[in-house]
């Protein structure tokens, strides 16, 4: 008599399978698959071979902690039956002597997650026997069209979902700077913490059988993760901190990478880390979703709108010196802002709105209750859509609201202009397999002053004063003249600020003298000119704050105060200096200085308001690779540094990092660096995964928290 068929041994098959769902750099002796895309498994039997027609095999896959058929998250299925497109595959590959190999294949909607694998046999005598075949990690699938989060094209795919490293963009609009970071989301132990995270949300926490059974959604998926990034709600990875108050956590400047602000908040018990401002939520997020296999970019706004009340516009105020005042309403241009974007299908939103969607983890304000915005469709906001889940108005704003100037002085405003170009500007990621910027700005707005552009902020502003009307919004086509709006007088923040153009007379502007390096004195000068016919006495005054990169103004620290007199058709220049000891007290993290200058006619009531603001530079980091780099074998790194201030640091920390380059951040510490003093420190490492990598590293002290660095090193698989 034949006996039922006995499994003993069970191959997943992880290296092969990890290889062909470009999941090999997370592990090659764990199962790692993405959803849509067939894998296979050996089952070994202990007593002879598997017979088609007398044995039934049975799979069955549970994820979540009440695996449910009805909910999806439990599915049943036969080696023998093909299944429908909302079902798992199982087919037979190779039926050997004692062996059988089967295809098994979960459907594109799949929800993502750790699953348990299965197998029951039904023999030809009526046995039954139930194994245990082992655990196995689905995730979204970029590589198979019929996944919602499908991103045609490898170069692309290859920068949004497998490169570990890249640059996120600070400074201002005039001096960009690329800030490189270590995304790392194939390191050891990464995904596993992304798993936690979902099972630390609230959702979680209150039906977690529901919870499971919308991750196959990446637009759910998103907006659990953009919650559970900051942990104004719930305990989420970052605490947020604007305060320059650091002394209790990290410094927010000083990161150069998610692994360690994942490890230490798996590591304090899911205790949120301390500190985090934009770039630092913006990257965590990419790395979470990365490793999740949902296409992800970091994005830089500069001049990036907070419009607290939804009317469109940014209210700032102003003394009779030039100087900023704190807003009280909480409306606020920051320099420069940081979210996501990640890829996929909007099958809940008209057609159309797919592709790119805005996510931002910096925790500002709450959408259903919850610290999290997005996504929201980049197409719908070019369009002026606000009507389109999720929270497009307050994405809306950031890239295009209209910024109002005030002027304070004895207990009532004056309105000084309204400028409609301000927010908004060199929309920035990381370009495609380059080291390159790419600027998307178009992708989001339409070109400013144009007549489209004006159409699409007056359609967005009816839509949100009509309260929301569902559907997309029908309108004529954009005017082709001069939009209705009265403008008022145009003003850039870092470019000069007129009175409205038909009694323009006087233009005020700043210029810098010297490259702004930090440790030296900024020397700029004040440009007046006369456009009239006639004499023109000014008076000027002037005055220097400290800005965090939210726009909130710190107290001024410089003032000064100039009578220029023009003949007529002149210009005039007046130079200034700011001493490196007079600034240096007061310079916030951020390295933001506002200079402002309000000028006004002797013989006209009208004001001038004119400001820039400087970002202060470090020099680089130098970082050499001595040798040719190559897996499993030893390679010699130099670090160069130096103290570029006139004044003893104390305190100097260097940090090196590199996902499969180093297991883990180097610390090194420094001590005392006198005043330009240079430096230089060697490392031995082992790389340990090939292909191209980056070291980023980060210089600190008592003076200075973010001097940084980064070299590019392509590491070779040898034999």
């Not at 399978?17 to 895309?37: C, F, K, Y």
């Amino acid at each position: 008599m034949e006996q039922g068929l006995e499994v003993f041994l069970t191959d997943l098959q992880s290296s092969w399978n990890n290889l062909r769902h470009h999941t090999e750099e997370m592990s090659s002796n764990r199962l790692l698959v993405r959803r849509g895309q067939p894998f296979n498994i050996t089952l070994y039997f202990r007593n002879r071979a598997f017979q088609p027609g007398l044995d039934n095999i049975i799979f069955v896959v549970e994820m979540g902690p009440l695996p449910d058929l009805a909910k999806e998250t439990r599915a049943v299925f036969s080696l023998a039956s093909r299944g429908g497109s909302r079902s798992w595959i199982a087919s037979l590959e190779l039926n050997g002597a004692t062996s059988l190999e089967v295809s098994l294949c979960a459907p594109p909607w799949a929800a993502v997650g750790r699953y348990l694998l299965k197998v029951h046999i039904n023999s030809f005598q009526g046995s039954i026997r139930a194994y245990q075949l082992g655990e196995f990690i689905l995730l979204f699938n970029p590589w198979c069209p019929e996944d919602t989060v499908y991103l045609d094209g490898e170069p692309q795919r290859q920068e949004y979902v497998m490169n570990d490293y890249g640059f996120i963009y600070q400074g201002n609009k005039n001096w960009i700077q690329p800030c490189p970071w270590n995304y790392g989301q194939f390191e050891e132990n990464i995904i596993d913490i992304c798993l936690t995270l979902l099972d630390k949300s609230l959702n979680f926490q209150i039906d977690a059988a529901t919870d499971c059974a919308l991750r196959g959604s990446p637009v759910y998926i998103s907006r659990v993760v953009c919650a559970m990034i900051n942990s104004n709600d719930d305990n989420g990875v970052l605490n947020g901190n604007w305060s320059e108050h650091y002394l209790d956590g990290t410094n927010p400047a000083e990161w150069t990478g998610s692994v360690a602000i994942l490890k230490q908040w798996q590591a304090s018990g899911c205790q949120p880390v301390r500190y985090g401002q934009c770039w630092v939520f913006a990257a965590v997020l990419c790395t979470v979703m990365r490793c999740l296999g949902i296409p992800t970019r970091v994005v830089t706004n500069f001049d990036s709108g907070h419009d607290t009340d939804g009317n469109l516009i940014i209210d700032e105020y102003y003394d009779n010196t030039g100087r900023i005042l704190e807003n009280k309403k909480k409306d606020s241009v920051w320099n420069f802002h940081v979210w996501n974007e990640c890829w996929m299908a909007r099958q809940d939103l008209p057609p159309g709105f797919g592709g790119w969607q805005v996510l931002d983890a910096t925790p500002q304000e709450t959408s259903n209750g919850l610290y999290c915005c997005g996504p929201a469709s980049v197409r719908a906001i070019k369009e002026g859509e606000v009507n389109l889940n999720y929270d497009t108005p307050f994405a809306f704003s950031m890239v295009n609201a209209d910024c109002m100037s005030w002027l304070v002085h004895g207990g009532k405003k004056q309105k000084l202009h309204r400028d409609t170009s301000t927010v908004g500007n060199f929309i920035s990621t990381k370009s495609i397999q380059s080291d390159e910027r790419d600027d998307i700005t178009e992708d989001y707005k339409y070109r400013e002053g144009s007549p489209q552009e004006r159409w699409v902020f007056l359609k967005a502003l009816q839509k949100l004063k009509a309260g929301r009307p569902e559907g997309p919004y029908q309108a004529d086509s954009p005017p082709s003249g001069p939009t209705p709006l009265n403008h008022g007088i145009p003003r850039g923040r870092e470019a000069p600020s007129l009175r409205p153009s038909d009694i323009v007379q006087v233009s005020l502007k700043f210029k810098l003298l010297n490259p702004p390096n930090m440790g030296q004195d900024i020397s700029f000068a004040l440009l007046a000119h006369n456009m009239s016919t006639q004499f023109k006495d000014l008076k000027v005054n002037l005055s220097s704050q400290s800005l965090l990169h939210d726009g909130s103004p710190l107290p001024p620290f410089w003032q000064d105060m100039a009578f220029i007199t023009l003949s007529p058709k002149e210009e005039k220049s007046y130079p200034c200096k700011i001493p490196y000891f007079q600034y240096s007290r007061y310079l916030s993290t951020d390295k933001l200085i506002r200079i402002s200058a309000l000028g006004e006619e002797k013989s006209s009531p009208e004001k001038i308001l004119v400001n820039k603001i400087i970002t202060l530079t470090y020099p680089d980091i130098m970082i050499h690779v001595l040798g040719a780099a190559v897996v499993n074998r030893p390679l010699s790194i130099q670090v160069e540094f130096s103290n570029p201030l006139s004044e003893q640091a104390a305190d100097c920390v260097l940090t090196v990092e590199g996902s499969g380059l180093f297991k883990k951040q180097q610390r090194i510490i420094i001590g005392v660096l006198k005043p330009q003093q240079r430096g230089s420190i060697n490392l031995e490492t082992v790389p340990f995964k090939s292909g191209q990598r980056q070291i980023q590293a980060n210089l600190r002290s008592n003076k200075f928290k973010d001097i940084k660095g980064y070299r590019n090193v392509y590491v070779d698989f040898g034999l």
